[in-house]
Structures are given as C-alpha cells and as structure tokens.
C-alpha cells in the first residue's frame, strides 16, 4: 500500500460508482488486512470522499494493535469502536491463530498439548527447553503474557466452533477470549499440531475458486 497508494487512490477516484472497500486476507494477511484499513481511513478517505464504507473481511487474522485502553482518549476509543463495527474475523475451530498474540494462556494450552502429544524429536525438544526456561523465569514470562495480551482484536468474530456447524456465532472480541482450547471437543480425534496444521486455511479453501470437493490438503472432513 505505501508503494502503491497513488494508483489505488487514483483507481478509487476514477469510478465513482466504488462506494465500499473491502481489504482481506488470511493469517497474518488478515491482521495485515485489518491495519490496511485503519490506514486508509487516516490516509485515503479525505481524497475519495465517494467511499462510504471501509471495511476489512479476514480469514483467521491476528490480533494486530496494541492499545493501552487505560490512557486512551476517547476520541481514539470511539475510532476504535467504529473501526470494529466494519471489520469481521473469520475464525475456526479452535484454531490458535487467530489468539496469537494476544491471548497468552490459550497459545500456552496449544503448546502444552503439542508437548503431550509428542514424545521425541526436534520439536518435542524444543518445546520442552521452552516450557523448562520460561518456567525458571516465571518474572519475565509473566510480563512476557502481559505485553502480549495488550494486542487486541478490534472486530467482531465470526466464530464457528465445530466443523459441522451450519451458522457461526457472532461474537464480541472478548467473549472470543474467553474460550480455552479445552473448550472444543473436535480437536480430541487429532493430536494438538496436526489439528491445528489442517483447520488453518479450512475456510479461506472453501470459499477459494479451487475449492471442488470436501478435501483439504488431501484429508477428508
């Protein structure tokens, strides 16, 4: 966007019918997304006056701003609340994700059942050195937990919690962070890192142009 705002503007400004603006993405995309937005509402709106709505649609996206609400002024807290009422979050399953990096017990709970599940190799060894030195540090580690849950979800949640599920919550960023990983049963049949590595990317897939069966990555479900 920095290289190439002029064309983008300069696009927007030559149809006036565009009269909304949807930024997207999955993953980091999609925390990406969400800050593209809050970027061209500072920087873009003045000049395409025609756009009535900015919005941002994102696929299992982090939690990308950090705000300290306790010395925030209003005028930023009323941004940020209207900011959340255009920006949506797809997220699936428990899938750990869209909690990093703000939700620091749900990403510890991801990791201690990768630990669990796992009981030698490279990954299993670092995980366990991991866990063993920030336990010696428990100071720093809980400083570490409390820098990251200043990053927060400035959006609303759509929240599907089973794969079969037909219509998904919408919910609020904190009642999203109140749910544990424990909390979802589906992920039982699978252990903690080849559950995660498959329900990443389910839904960005399904609604893709390639999507042509019930298969992803070459697994049924």
């Known amino acids: 966007m920095a290289l190439h705002e002029e064309h983008f503007v300069e696009a927007i400004k030559k149809n006036p019918r565009v009269k909304r603006v949807v930024f997207t993405g999955h993953s980091l995309g999609g925390g990406l997304a969400a800050v593209a937005q809050l970027f061209a509402l500072g920087s873009w709106a003045k000049d395409v006056p025609q756009v009535e709505e900015w919005r941002t649609l994102a696929f299992e996206g982090l939690a990308v701003f950090y705000v300290d609400e306790k010395n925030t002024d209003p005028l930023t807290k009323n941004v940020l609340k209207q900011f959340a009422e255009y920006t949506r979050n797809f997220a699936f ?94 992920y039982d049949d699978l252990p903690t890192s080849k559950y995660h590595y498959y329900i990443h990317g389910v839904i960005p897939y399904a609604m893709s142009p390639q999507y042509k069966d019930l298969t992803y990555n070459g697994h049924e479900d």
Not at 114 to 122: E, S
């Open 93 to 186: 399953c428990g899938d750990a994700v869209p909690r990093a990096p703000s939700n620091a017990d749900y990403i510890e709970e991801v990791i201690d059942g990768v630990v669990d599940d796992m009981t030698d190799g490279p990954p299993f060894i670092i995980h366990k050195l991991m866990k063993k030195k920030l336990g010696d540090m428990d100071d720093v580690k809980d400083r570490l937990a409390g820098v990251l849950e200043g990053y927060k979800h400035y959006s609303k949640i759509i929240h599907y919690e089973d794969p079969q599920q037909k219509v998904p919550q919408l919910l609020e960023a904190d009642e999203f962070d109140a749910i544990k990983f424990s909390d979802y049963a589906v």
